[in-house]
T-cell receptor, first 116, second 112 residues
Framework: DQQVKQNSPSLSVQEGRISILNCDYT??????FLWYKKYPAEGPTFLIS?????DKNEDGRFTVFLNKSAKHLSLHIVPSQPGDSAVYFC???????????????FGKGTKLSVKP | KAGVTQTPRYLIKTRGQQVTLSCSPI?????VSWYQQTPGQGLQFLFE???????NKGNFPGRFSGRQFSNSRSEMNVSTLELGDSALYLC???????????FGPGTRLTVL
């Protein structure tokens, strides 16, 4: 049973437009969420995170929105650039020390293609 | 600061052999987590070490084991390799384990 779901395996966007990547989760104990970007044969690169006490976090062109009631988060990239083309993973964890230390639960990823 | 480093980057083994992978975390990070990435299962958590102690373990057989040294460097070992163990093995470090994890480039293991 997938606790973190990225229902769109791929997304294609024109350069300069907004890319919106979505992620849903089922475990209400998750309280820290991260987005990673990954190129083939490389490790994931951390992009941005958000804790459950916030509903928005912004870093340059990247903004993450969290809707706790819907158990949904999204990553907005504005404007999208061809160099953003990669696989994006959503991940979640429990911040407390109740037994989930160092255990990120990942979605299966969304492959973003930004066309020039 | 140097990032997370993993050695070797690529490895080819045959079924039944055993393998040891190494991970050096970012300086000052005390938590090291290991993940397995395969096309079918995505990124799956193996285990996490903090201050030389395994704090958490994923749902993998006992053939997968690890350890952490006093300098926070970590190794993972897979014994009696199976074809299905072919994967990208990723190591991630963080300061406390429950904060942001930073990943290394991974070790690509191929089992023939």
């Amino acid at each position: 049973d997938q606790q973190v779901k990225q229902n769109s395996p791929s997304l294609s966007v024109q350069e300069g437009r907004i890319s919106i990547l979505n992620c849903d989760y089922t475990n209400s104990m998750f309280d820290y969420f991260l987005w990673y970007k990954k190129y083939p044969a490389e490790g994931p690169t951390f992009l941005i995170s958000i804790s459950s006490i916030k509903d928005k976090n912004e870093d340059g062109r990247f903004t993450v929105f969290l809707n706790k009631s819907a158990k949904h988060l999204s990553l907005h990239i504005v404007p999208s650039q061809p160099g953003d083309s990669a696989v994006y993973f959503c991940a979640a964890s429990e911040m407390n020390y109740g037994g989930s230390q160092g255990n990120l639960i990942f979605g299966k990823g969304t492959k973003l293609s930004v066309k020039p | 600061k140097a990032g997370v480093t993993q050695t070797p980057r690529y490895l080819i083994k045959t079924r039944g052999q055993q393998v040891t992978l190494s991970c050096s975390p970012i300086s000052g990070h005390r938590s090291v987590s290991w993940y397995q990435q395969t096309p079918g299962q995505g990124l799956q958590f193996l285990f996490e070490y903090f201050s030389e102690t395994q704090r958490n373990k994923g749902n993998f057989p006992g053939r997968f084991s690890g350890r952490q040294f006093s300098n926070s460097r970590s190794e993972m070992n897979v014994s009696t390799l199976e074809l299905g163990d072919s994967a990208l093995y990723l190591c991630a470090s963080s300061q406390q384990g429950t904060d942001t994890q930073y990943f290394g480039p991974g070790t690509r293991l191929t089992v023939l």
